[in-house]
RNA sequence: GUCUCCUUCGUCUAGCGGUUAGGACAUCGCCCUCUCACGGCGGUAACAGGGGUUCGAGUCCCCUAGGAGACGCCA
């Protein structure tokens, strides 16, 4: 027989975490056997189901490639054949009518809780005869439960569970306005739909129990059951929405790559030897709903980063940049013009060095931002609050004389406003001050070691304007200058940010024209 | 309150009667290094407690404790 499984979200606005996880083991069990992957939008509950909503379990399916086959099925549409079956039930004599209101209900509940007893129905119209309904009041249809012996459920997962049957009542098959309960739809509905494996979420273990004498009664198979556990929050309770970000659209929000998050969502409660970072074809070809495990686990974002770094670090560059583009945009904040396009450029060039810096896509986006535009400095910069603008500055007028004596086509009036500034400053002249520590020596001497390394050198050789602190870091060594303490500063001044790819890379790619305008904008800020 | 389920490092887990209890994330240290990452090496860290069964128990059974879930004319 073949399988037929199936997902079933109530629309509440958005795929929950645990939804996609159960939907992603459904999937991953039909993949895995050959079988059928149907969904069905449980739309019963009229006030909460929205287009929108709907579409929101569409729209996180897709973008987490969890295909269905066919088309998915709109439990309410089922509703006249829900009733049909609760009809036929009530003509069994499997069912009846109920004639208690909702207040009586809750004394019931209420004076059985009193007595240490479970809050259920009493089954009060159970056995009254039809003449003994009062006027003017309309019926529910409740279920006849057994009301001796055990009922036993062998679960894939859970295994073999039992239930003493006198822990069941009677549950509410069709409301008083004539709709079905989900108790009555689910049943019909799976086996309608030839479901044979029922994998969800462990909370519906209990409904399990009252859904099976639903099938006999109406004699049918019972499908195989497995109940998965619950993804608990960091605290232990299930999972919800104080608990921060529950659903899948939100981890998109956030930057997650759809792989990074099955990959996590799989290895949660399900592991396949010491493998962690699995393909879903790997999945589907190692998957077992039997080797669910039984205890529930515990969300951990720090987890989900991990792997999500890994996915962003695997990805091409080309899909990343596709992935950022938005992001991108909006951090810009001015249209789409010529600087952001060519920005676009420079940071498919520098991609590499970005990703592996990257948890998620948001913080890509944001660390690329200094290669369409360039950072601000203003009074609230910390490194200027702590009184190392000078300092700074220094350093970074000796990079500037660094670079300056390697200018092959450098534009006359900046050349001529850097060597005012140096001067101004008397760099090639006084010691100065570095990383906080005294260093005697000079701009001058440091471009001469430049120099005569510049000439040891194969012609050819220097590519570029940052070759002499990248290739020759002795010289500055000797000088008694820390290359870091060099650097950092320029950090700053050309990305903005404490941390960035390696500079000499960056300096490559923003181009010597714009290297040096991002370092006198900083000095003159 | 009643019923059901769960319990191996902080977290996710491997283990399916005999293991120095393994891996991953996190954490700490070292290396690499212009920063931060990446990468490499190493460390700290767990069988909830108590009884059995057995030559032998993380693995099987029972009890206790703790945790969770379910008890709707919601799904």
Redesign the pocket.
Known sequence: MSVVVRFAP?PTGFLHIGGARTALFNWLFARHTGGTFLLRI?D??RKRSTTEAIDAIFESLKWLGLDWDDEPVF?FARAPRHAEVANNLVKAGRAYYCY???EE?EEM?AAA?AS?????YNGYWRDKPESAAPDGVVP?VRFKAPQEGKTVIDDIT??T????NE?LDDM?LL???GTP???LSVVVDDHDMGITHIIRG??????AFRQYHLYKACGWDVPRFAHIP?I?GPD???LSKRHGAVGAEQYRKMGFLPEALKNYLV???W?H??D?IMSMSDAVEWFDVA?V??????F?T??LM?LN?HYI?ESSNERLLQEIREMLLERYTKPQDEAFLEGLKRIARGMDGLK??AKTLCELAESAMFYISAPTFDEEDSLQAAGKKEEFSASLAMFLECIEPLSESFDGALEESIRDFCKKRNVSAVTERIGGREHRSTGAELRLRTAQAEQRRAPGKVSDFVGAPRDE?ANFRGLGIS??AL??PV?IALTGR???????EVMTILGKEEVVKRVMAYINA
């Open positions: 109530s449980e019963t509950d439990q208690c209101s909702p209900l509940r809780l240490g007893k479970p809050p259920r529910v859970q295994g569970v039992e239930l003493n822990q509410i409301r008083a306005d309960t989900y108790m462990d909370d519906h273990l209990t409904n619950l608990y232990g309770a299930k290895r949660l409660g592991a030897g010491d962690e080797n495990v039984r205890s529930p686990a515990r951990d720090a987890k991990s770094a670090r592996v810096r870091p290359i870091g650097l950092q950090r404490k941390v960035s790819p390696n500079l000499f």
